[in-house]
């Protein structure tokens, strides 16, 4: 596999990963393939390129066949451990929002519970109001009628009482 295949699957990496972290572990890779490949490395605000093209002073020599070999199979392993970690901080992440989700329907069906259970309060909180009203309007009514036969029964006695002294006034004057 020549460098330019390996920086295309790089970069067909690169494609396929959303984060800022798995970004910077694919860049990460790459510097070290271009550098395992004695290929220079751009820094940001370098003209160079991938390919090492700077000037002859600035381009580093190249290591055996045998080391570039070595150190790309170890780079290889490496980066699946890296797509490893990121496949599992992702399911994590998935997994935890799928937890959040859940928890925010549970929390909107209690609050609809307890809308549904304010309303049920209320409607029975207002029928035990309307009933002690008309309680208190039948005793209070009830109450009326017997305070007049009372108030009748004391104006008839007190009545009968000056009609009895008013019979017995001139017997008791001669």
Do not use: C, Y
């Amino acid at each position: 596999m020549g460098v330019q295949e390996i920086l295309a699957v790089v970069a067909a990496l690169a494609g396929v990963a959303t984060s800022a972290l798995s970004q910077r572990v694919i860049e990460e890779a790459r510097q070290r393939i271009l550098s395992a490949f004695g290929r220079k490395v751009p820094t940001e605000g370098s003209a160079d390129g991938p390919s090492g093209d700077g000037p002859p002073e600035e381009r580093l020599t190249p290591p055996s066949l045998e080391d570039r070999a070595l150190r790309v199979a170890e780079l290889i392993k490496e980066s699946g451990s890296l797509i490893d970690e990121l496949t599992a901080e992702m399911a994590a992440r998935a997994a935890a929002l799928e937890q959040l989700r859940a928890e925010a329907e549970h929390a909107q069906r209690v609050a609809e519970i307890h809308k549904e259970q304010q309303e049920a309060v209320a409607k029975i909180l207002r029928l035990e109001l309307e009933r002690q009203e008309e309680q208190i309007r039948s005793e209070l009514a009830k109450n009326n009628r017997r305070s007049f036969w009372q108030g009748f029964a004391v104006n008839i006695g007190v009545g009968l009482l000056f009609f009895v002294a008013g019979l017995l006034a001139p017997i008791g004057l001669r």
